[in-house]
């Protein structure tokens, strides 16, 4: 006989909101806190409750989902739950944070008889609010398939990567990978505009081709229109690359295009576009090469 | 009236025997050339006449063909031609070469009262057998469309990119992004593999995020099988990022990730790696980080 769990959520931003909700709508009882309290009223219309504090949570839930900021976010949040943390709670953290910070985490709950999972996911805030987002799920196997239900009313592909903190490494090599694609876009288009060509026609060539890619689909027709609109901001994607040099380092694996687009990306955050998506790196060149990809 | 064009093609190599080979099941009357003579006389067979020299190519021929290895070679070849050019000939170079180089070219021949596009195209040794190549082509609006039924009897995309030299501009753009995003595929793969995690599983994850593209999906499995196999050789690729950063530096544009790939695709041709496939590029990163991407 499988007791019905009770759900905790912490933290209702851009992602946490709209996954919390989608929760509420399969029918699950949630336990909500978020440090602005007004977004948990709002919430609590559609029947959530609402901890006046984490330890509350702790208190409340045996399956308890953390979407935060960063590593400093979780750690802080963690030292809260584990003062009232239950005996055979799980822990779903969906941020995304350092592996080795999140395998300590791991360890900690471990030994308050809790388990803990390393949830990041992907599909930004739509797939979040349709439920239809990607998450990697590090960690023990029947801790997985413990989540697995609430992480299935929240999302449409979930994937169990491994032990501890292997969720977290495989997002981070999808974000490595759209970083270095968009800057790959960066130089490529700055290159042809320079050089007088259209960007509409370049794209269009480029989706005959095997260059084309869902990064340069999406973004270039926001570079065009000049909308840097964030869907993830040049900010985060400048933590997680630096999230990846830590772990690279860790691993010895020396990373050299991840290490310089961290620079550049940083250079973007210098020039005052961090809060912009991350689509806008593409100034950093277009300022260095004085031209701007748009249509004449 | 428009009176049929008699065909030349020069360049039998693994693109363009397959291309001059779909001219004449168009039903062209075409006259070949190949500095290894054998490749033009299986071409006979299907009707080709042979010219025994490039000069016999431009006395037989009205819109010519080119196909070769780079820069230089095109324009040995156009040194040839231009001793027996007939007037109002068209030549359409389809090889990967400098754009500056070519609008030197296409100078030269209208001096001599010929046309010149540059038309490199895209598609690989599949595309140009089964006619399916992108071409990208520039100069005047005229010679494109005097070579457009030809290039369609090769291709399925035709596209006119603008001025002389814009059509190189474009495939340097492309193959731009795609070596960058090899690049990105290297570093995230080997980073995963060292944290423990299976490449396929990792593959299977970002097909399901926006870090998806066609590069990884069709190199990613034949690294893991460890099949280097030159689809598009390291050597051919290092050689056209050359052309990208030359193109750069002519124009004022700072490209600094290509300019660090090509040094790192430089490195895998240093390590023996020339022939292979560019996807060996991830050997570099391999090698320093003391791991391989393939199942356990």
Same mark, same amino acid.
């Given at each position: 006989m499988t007791q019905k769990e009770t759900i905790g959520f912490i933290g209702l931003g851009i992602m946490g909101y709209p996954m919390a909700e989608n929760l509420l709508k399969a029918g699950n009882a949630v336990t909500v806190y978020n440090r602005t309290r007004s977004k948990a009223e709002s919430l609590a219309a559609d029947g959530a409750s609402i901890a006046p504090i984490v330890a509350d949570v702790a208190r409340a839930a045996s399956v308890i989902f953390i979407c935060v900021g960063g590593t400093a976010d979780v750690e802080q949040i963690a030292e809260e739950l584990l003062l009232a943390i239950r005996p055979g709670a799980l822990i779903v953290d969906t941020t995304t944070i350092s592996p080795t910070a999140s395998r300590r985490l791991a360890a900690r709950f471990s030994k308050c008889g809790a388990q803990f999972l390393d949830a990041p996911c992907t599909g930004s805030k739509a797939g979040a609010t349709n439920a239809t987002l990607t998450f990697m799920v590090g960690g023990e196997k029947a801790a997985f398939d413990r989540a697995r239900p609430y992480l299935e009313a929240m999302g449409k592909k979930i994937f169990?990567?491994?032990?501890?903190?292997t969720g977290l490494q495989v997002k981070l090599t999808q974000n490595l990978i759209g970083a270095l694609t968009c800057q790959a876009m960066a130089e490529g288009f700055v290159l042809a505009r320079k050089a007088g060509i259209s960007p509409s026609l370049v794209l269009e060539v480029l989706q005959n081709s095997?260059?084309?890619?869902p990064m340069i689909d999406g973004k270039l027709p926001l570079v065009i229109t000049r909308? &840097? *609109?964030?869907?993830?901001?040049l900010k985060w994607m400048h933590k997680d690359l630096g999230l990846m040099l830590e772990s690279a380092n860790e691993l010895q694996v020396p990373l050299p295009a991840t290490a310089l687009v961290r620079e550049l990306f940083g250079a973007g955050i210098a020039m005052?576009?961090?809060?912009?998506? &991350? *689509?806008?790196?593409i100034r950093v060149i277009e300022s260095m090469a004085g031209v701007e990809v748009r249509e004449d």
């Open positions: 169990h990567t491994g032990g501890q903190g095997v260059a084309r890619n909308n &840097f *609109a964030p869907h993830f901001s005052g576009h961090g809060e912009e998506d &991350f *689509a806008s790196a």
